[in-house]
């Protein structure tokens, strides 16, 4: 098969050998792939700079020999730009790596990754604008897992049909809505307040430009933290090393007042 090229984010670098690098690529067209990188380790080799995690770079592969073999090889690298700017705080770089392992976890090797790449761009931009990295969690967390498939009930209770109301429950397995009245009648705990339930919304509904668009109180924002992460690892099957580093943080207190963007 002939070299093509392919632009992509560098998710993982795996050292190899003394100068070898194993990259993990995310690409709209092809999904998550793995590449080999020969001395791209090395400062004065040509792939250096472009093979880097965070990076966003331009890419020619060479496919293996045969078609079981998945493992392309990085001919060429171009530098385009990188995510690098998240160093100004643990909290912001702990963020990244979550987003990026969550990332790999749920994307399918070979399989066109188009919205999920740009979602995961977007909150990496946010991040090194220095967006509140609660809020930029929670937005990924929620729109991630819809654009994987798991898009929650928002509509209405699931019930008796009611829209509006102080405090709902959303069901983290199911993902269906129950006012607080159901909710009662099913023994359920309310975990969303009327600003979170709107955050919920907007964040699941609005359009990718519009994504970071809402306001949310200090209050709603605690109920909303919550609730995206509980449930995007209910969608999950395995664990997140990331997510044990991320609150192992003094700075990741819940009670942290959010910044809005």
């Not at 397995?173 to 975990?191: I, Q």
């Not at 997510?243 to 910044?259: E, G, I, N, Y």
């Given at each position: 098969?002939?070299?093509?090229?392919?632009?992509?984010?560098?998710?993982?670098?795996?050292?190899?050998?003394?100068?070898?690098?194993?990259?993990?690529?995310?690409?709209?067209?092809?999904?998550?792939?793995?590449?080999?990188?020969?001395?791209?380790?090395?400062?004065?080799?040509?792939?250096?700079?472009?093979?880097?995690?965070?990076?966003?770079?331009?890419?020619?592969?060479?496919?293996?020999?045969?078609?079981?073999?998945?493992?392309?090889?990085?001919?060429?690298?171009?530098?385009?730009?990188?995510?690098?700017?998240?160093?100004?705080?643990?909290?912001?770089?702990?963020?990244?790596?979550?987003?990026?392992?969550?990332?790999?976890?749920?994307?399918?090797?070979?399989?066109?990754?188009?919205?999920?790449?740009?979602?995961?761009?977007?909150?990496?931009?946010?991040?090194?604008?220095?967006?509140?990295?609660?809020?930029?969690?929670?937005?990924?967390?929620?729109?991630?897992?819809?654009?994987?498939?798991?898009?929650?009930?928002?509509?209405?209770?699931?019930?008796?049909?009611?829209?509006?109301?102080?405090?709902?429950?959303?069901?983290?397995?199911?993902?269906?809505?129950?006012?607080?009245?159901?909710?009662?009648?099913?023994?359920?705990?309310?975990?969303?307040?009327?600003?979170?339930?709107?955050?919920?919304?907007?964040?699941?509904?609005?359009?990718?430009?519009?994504?970071?668009?809402?306001?949310?109180s200090d209050e709603s924002a605690q109920l909303l933290f919550a609730v995206a992460e509980q449930y995007a690892?209910?969608?999950?099957?395995?664990?997140?090393?990331?997510?044990?580093?991320?609150?192992?943080?003094?700075?990741?207190?819940?009670?942290?007042?959010?910044?809005?963007?």
């Amino acid at each position: 098969m002939d070299d093509f090229v392919i632009m992509g984010l560098v998710m993982q670098e795996i050292e190899y050998g003394e100068s070898d690098r194993i990259l993990k690529i995310l690409t709209a067209e092809k999904g998550l792939i793995t590449a080999f990188a020969k001395h791209s380790m090395r400062l004065t080799n040509h792939l250096f700079a472009a093979c880097g995690q965070l990076c966003y770079s331009e890419f020619v592969l060479r496919p293996g020999r045969n078609t079981e073999d998945k493992m392309y090889t990085v001919v060429e690298a171009g530098y385009e730009t990188d995510f690098r700017d998240i160093s100004y705080s643990l909290e912001a770089q702990g963020v990244a790596m979550y987003m990026l392992e969550f990332t790999m976890a749920l994307s399918l090797v070979e399989q066109p990754a188009e919205k999920e790449l740009k979602l995961l761009m977007n909150c990496l931009y946010k991040l090194c604008k220095k967006t509140d990295p609660k809020i930029v969690k929670a937005v990924f967390e929620l729109r991630m897992t819809c654009e994987c498939g798991f898009m929650p009930q928002l509509l209405a209770c699931r019930e008796c049909g009611a829209y509006d109301g102080e405090r709902f429950c959303l069901d983290i397995e199911d993902g269906c809505l129950l006012c607080a009245d159901c909710a009662a009648r099913e023994n359920r705990t309310c975990n969303l307040d009327r600003g979170a339930l709107f955050a919920v919304r907007y964040i699941c509904l609005s359009e990718d430009k519009k994504l970071f668009g809402f306001r949310v109180s200090d209050e709603s924002a605690q109920l909303l933290f919550a609730v995206a992460e509980q449930y995007a690892l209910a969608h999950m099957d395995k664990q997140l090393n990331s997510l044990q580093f991320l609150r192992s943080l003094s700075a990741w207190d819940p009670d942290q007042q959010p910044k809005k963007d």
